[in-house]
């Protein structure tokens, strides 16, 4: 049995659920208002205080950093990689709080996962799954229309790349047998 956490920061939400294994056990939305998020200049400004929301709710539910096996946050604006799960690195610390790529709630994600994580200080590993930054483009899907411009990823690929397995599945089929 593991205990999962997982951490999905939006603009105006942060939605964590605990999983055992596979079986969701909570699913909380936390909502921000826009007061409380207007008070930020940066969405890094925002890390303390949308990990003291989620910490207060899981406190509220009995659990602690300690609870958790595995955390998992939503994967933010990183350098383009493809799809999959990554385990949170310094590197991609740095990344996240400087933004140097853009700002997006999903930032927070790593962030907060990799804090959690190093908090329970019992193995407690943190990672992202399938960022907003996943390219698998293929070359002709790169063509914009004009020779010097190129087409670049940037999509949910969260929620296509769960979707597309779920419909995979249905079919009896695996994701990467469709197109």
């Known amino acids: ?23 969701p056990i909570l699913i909380r939305s936390i909502q921000h208002s826009a007061a409380e ?3 930020f200049n940066k969405i890094a400004d925002q890390y303390e205080f949308r990990k003291d929301a989620i910490i207060a709710t899981l406190a509220e539910n009995n659990y602690t950093a300690h609870s958790f096996d595995v955390i998992v946050g939503r994967g933010g604006i990183l350098k383009p990689v493809k799809s999959g799960v990554y385990e949170v690195s310094e590197e991609m610390v ?3 709080f400087e933004a140097a790529r853009g700002e997006h709630a999903s930032n927070l994600g790593g962030l907060i996962a990799r ?65």
């Open 1 to 23: 049995m593991s205990l999962i956490l997982a951490i999905n920061p939006g603009s105006t939400s942060t939605k964590i659920a605990v999983y055992n294994d596979l079986e």
């Open 37 to 39: 998020i207007s008070k």
């Open 94 to 96: 740095k990344d996240l």
């Open 115 to 179: 804090n959690l994580a190093n908090e329970a200080g019992n193995g407690c590993k943190a990672y992202i799954a399938d960022p907003v930054v996943v390219d698998e483009l293929t070359p002709v899907a790169r063509v914009a229309g004009h020779p010097l411009f190129r087409r670049r990823s940037a999509f949910h690929a969260l929620n296509q790349q769960a979707l597309s397995r779920r419909h995979a599945s249905q079919g009896g089929r695996k994701y990467e047998e469709l197109t």
